[in-house]
């Protein structure tokens, strides 16, 4: 439940009015239910809307507050009960004698406990076979208990470990593992952290294997990709904890890369933390070797990875491993194929079919263009819904550069900036933060003069908005159609949503920085985590949530 506030406007006067909303479940997606009006909401914050929202679910439940407070004797509680009950009216229910009248508004219940989703995550675990798995990776019973619970944490709720208890408790999970857990602290839990993480290699090659046995999985080709989570605190123990490019947009933070590879069915099948300074570039080979370890030789298979990975070294190095490489193709290179990008013979529509769990999608439409350089296909695209986005990020990035620019020889002129040095520095940090727009500016300081100027390249800015929407992807599969290489490469963006879903907020904001592998463990639950999504969307014991 949420409160959504409303205006309508009569005979030139303006009604405020909030409403109680839930969302429901339709054919046509997520649509938002009415149950009744609360007026003005006077004086209530905005800020407290939805705890306000939450109370009023709670207390419709029968649930009390940690202090065991009520609310039925409020007002606006009152209101809300009378909307909630007014579509449930009493319902027959037929029996062997006759019919059965129910008060509604007489049921109550105590003692909610959540236990749908934690029952699901358990069979899922279990038929894994995460618990001899554990076990046999040197877990004690107890460990292994605590490392489901954390895991089904992780999958359904992400809390931190202070957080975590009062979760376990308000859901079935003691009832389905049979454990009490009324005295479970944030201790154990955290004592469980440092135990599990020294084991994880042993414990992503066994889940590796047994995954095989559980599904028809295709390990033929290997999605990769990276990215960030920071400390907001100093980090001192923790040696992978450096300053780098962040994905999250804190500079000024200390941050560690995560790698994860996952295989085209979308189950994880390695990850490792870098240190936060590590170009992508750089941890290519690495990966590749930790790969290996996790689920051997697999000579033959394709690596895909972005732009970021898709240098000359990079490609030699997963062929040096037995490996086909799939790319996205650099700015320097797509601009190769500008006259075949105007060239309007050869392109061929990609039939993109709607999700099904959303029939009234719209695709946007993208054209492949097939052209063989050498031993490697190009694979050219233009996308409709990608042009629009470049345009908006190149004019966006352009207005601001200019804007800088202009502060930048404000200062230069006002002569709070005088050293050349200083000012050639400041003009290659702006070249770095808008490297899409400054490539097109040049960008002179005449010292003799104490001036600052630029002047745009009319060519190559005419060259980038022919490119608006346009990329290249590289291979050197040969055996795969231009649509097949396209549907591959879009494959990457299961790791996209894999890290979405790992993406909890202890990931965005780790505070247990003190200990040396405390975050690296976060992240490992994660993983296990998403292995059980992956299982349970791939139908274990005949589970189909897709």
């Not at 839930?22 to 909401?41: A, D, F, M």
């Not at 209101?79 to 009248?101: C, L």
């Amino acid at each position: 439940m949420y409160i959504r506030k409303t205006k309508r406007v009569y005979k030139g006067k303006v009604y405020t009015n909030h409403l109680l909303v839930e969302s429901v479940s339709t054919p046509k997606g997520p649509r938002q239910r009415t149950l009744c009006s609360l007026g003005k909401l006077d004086p209530a914050p905005r800020e407290q809307w939805l705890a306000l929202a939450r109370k009023m679910e709670a207390a419709l439940q029968g649930q009390l507050s940690l202090q065991g407070q009520r609310v039925e004797a409020d007002p606006l509680f009152q209101r809300v009960r009378k909307g909630w009950n007014r579509p449930r009216r009493s319902e027959g229910i037929s029996g062997q004698s006759g019919i059965i009248t129910i008060d509604t508004d007489r049921i109550e219940t105590e003692e909610h406990r959540e236990a749908g989703p934690v029952h699901v995550g358990h069979q899922t675990w279990q038929q894994l076979g995460l618990e001899e798995i554990l076990g046999r990776a040197g877990l004690s019973k107890q460990a292994c208990l605590m490392s489901e619970v954390m895991t089904l944490n992780r999958l359904i709720f992400p809390l931190s470990e202070l957080s975590m208890p009062d979760w376990i408790r308000r859901t079935a999970m003691g009832d389905i593992l049979g454990t009490d857990f009324s005295e479970l602290n944030e201790d154990a839990l955290y004592r469980n952290l440092d135990k599990l993480y020294p084991k994880r290699e042993q414990i992503e090659r066994e889940l590796s294997e047994r995954e095989k046995t559980l599904f028809n999985l295709d390990d033929m080709v290997y999605l990769y990709d990276l990215t960030s989570t920071y400390f907001e605190g100093q980090a001192e123990t923790n040696p992978q904890a450096k300053r780098g490019y962040s994905r999250d947009k804190r500079p000024d933070c200390k941050q560690v890369l995560v790698g994860l590879v996952l295989n085209r069915d979308g189950f994880p099948k390695a990850h490792e933390i870098f240190e936060g300074n590590r170009q992508d570039r750089s941890t290519v080979d690495e990966m590749l070797q930790i790969l290996e370890k996790r689920t051997g030789k697999h000579p033959g298979s394709t690596v895909v990875v972005d732009r970021g990975m898709a240098y000359e070294e990079n490609l030699e190095q997963i062929r040096a491993h037995g490996l086909h490489y799939l790319v996205a193709g650099r700015q320097s290179e797509r601009n190769e194929w500008l006259d075949e990008f105007e060239e309007e013979a050869d392109w061929e529509e990609v039939i993109r079919m709607p999700s099904p769990r959303n029939p009234l999608q719209k695709k946007s439409r993208v054209e492949i263009k097939r052209r063989q350089k050498g031993s490697e296909v190009y694979i050219l695209c233009l996308s409709e819904g990608r042009e629009e986005k470049d345009r908006a990020i190149r004019e966006k990035q352009e207005e601001r550069l200019i804007q800088d620019l202009e502060r930048l020889k404000g200062r230069v002129e006002k002569g709070h900036l005088k050293k050349a040095e200083k000012i050639n520095q400041a003009i290659g940090r702006l070249q770095e933060r808008y490297p899409r727009v400054a490539r097109y500016y040049g960008i002179q300081y005449q010292a003799q003069s104490q001036s600052l100027s630029w002047q745009e390249d009319v060519e190559k800015k005419a060259m980038a908005e022919k490119l608006d929407g346009s990329y290249v992807l590289r291979t050197d599969r040969q055996d795969l159609t231009a649509d097949e290489i396209w549907r591959t490469y879009m494959l990457l963006t299961r790791v996209e949503a894999a890290f979405r879903s790992m993406k909890s907020p202890l990931m965005e904001r780790p505070i247990f920085h003190h200990l040396k592998h405390r975050t690296q463990t976060h992240i490992f639950l994660c993983v296990l985590a998403y292995h059980l999504l992956a299982g349970v969307y791939c139908g274990i014991d005949g589970i189909i949530l897709k």
